[in-house]
Nanobody
Framework: QRQLVESGGGLVQPGGSLRLSCAASGFTSANYAIGWFRRAPGKVREGVSC????????NRQYPVEGRLTISRDNAKNTVYLQMNNLTPGDTAIYYC????????????????????WGQGTQVTVSS
């Protein structure tokens, strides 16, 4: 069974950092682009970042650009999202998803393109 499991969320003060993990099982995530999305209370889901299977392409959305780094460890079948200088506006449930793109360099911020999804991890930024 193909699964994605997010971890690393929690409560952090404004200005703090978190590293989220997305662990894949039942398939080789190295063959997939991995995207991170989030859904804040009362808002629609939005793309945060993605990394292509070749790692040659990454994409970071405007609200978080400059404050995060996405990376992958294919030996561990895991993708990471390092988030720094967090603000209350970053409070949301964060989801990772896997996409088998048309090329190893493909990356997408559109949720409808993704094949598999995790259950999400809650990130709360509050003092």
């Amino acid at each position: 069974q193909r699964q994605l499991v997010e971890s690393g969320g929690g409560l952090v003060q404004p200005g703090g950092s978190l590293r989220l993990s997305c662990a894949a099982s039942g398939f080789t995530s190295a063959n997939y682009a991995i995207g991170w999305f989030r859904r804040a209370p009362g808002k629609v889901r939005e793309g945060v970042s993605c990394i292509s299977s070749s790692e040659s392409s990454t994409n970071r959305q405007y609200p978080v650009e400059g404050r995060l780094t996405i990376s992958r460890d294919n030996a561990k079948n895991t993708v990471y999202l390092q988030m720094n200088n967090l603000t209350p506006g970053d409070t949301a449930i964060y989801y990772c998803a896997a996409l088998r793109g048309p090329s190893p360099d493909y990356c997408s911020g559109y949720s409808y393109e993704y094949d598999y999804w995790g259950q999400g991890t809650q990130v709360t930024v509050s003092s």
